[in-house]
């Protein structure tokens, strides 16, 4: 059944998810974020808004105090039936706070970190299945890259996540 028949009075849909996302970076070291986002989808094309909040990291090397991401960009789905598979592209910003590198603040004599707001590209692939009318489940996979520049060292904001969950069709 394809998405038309689906939906017979429109030709596009608005989409909306929520999920946890699991993050790997190197040595070890494991993120997990709450994922959202909001979408447009119409003829294979959909322009998408992602945002990510950082809960918190494990592992070996843990880099960051916060690391939040705002995204937009454009997907292009394969298929226009129930199971669509799609690929994209979204630039965006990173706001974080390293808490692996700091420096001393000569006022205080204490070492700090600063927020710094950095730009991230990010590469995704996913398949979304629409079940029903209302609901779809999605899993994609995403190659986050960027830089976090502050008062200290550049630390790589290079990361693989992981987001599947259910979402919803207006």
Known sequence: MSTRAQNQERDWKINAAFSFAPGFITENTRTIQLHGYLGYLQDHIQVRGDAFYFLGSSGDRPRFEYNHHIYTGAFYHFTESSFQPYVGFQPGI?????????????????????????????????????????????????????????????????????????????
Do not use: C, M
């Not at 004599?109 to 609901?135: D, I």
């Open 94 to 170: 990173a706001i974080a706070k390293s808490s692996e590198y700091q420096t001393l603040n000569s006022s205080t004599n204490a070492l700090e970190s600063k927020v710094a707001t950095s730009p991230v590209g990010s590469a995704v692939g996913g398949f979304t299945y629409f079940g029903e009318k209302w609901f779809f489940l999605f899993f994609e996979t995403r190659y986050i890259f960027g830089k976090h520049k502050s008062n200290a060292y550049p630390v790589y904001l290079d990361e693989l996540r992981l987001s599947f969950g259910l979402g919803f069709t207006f």
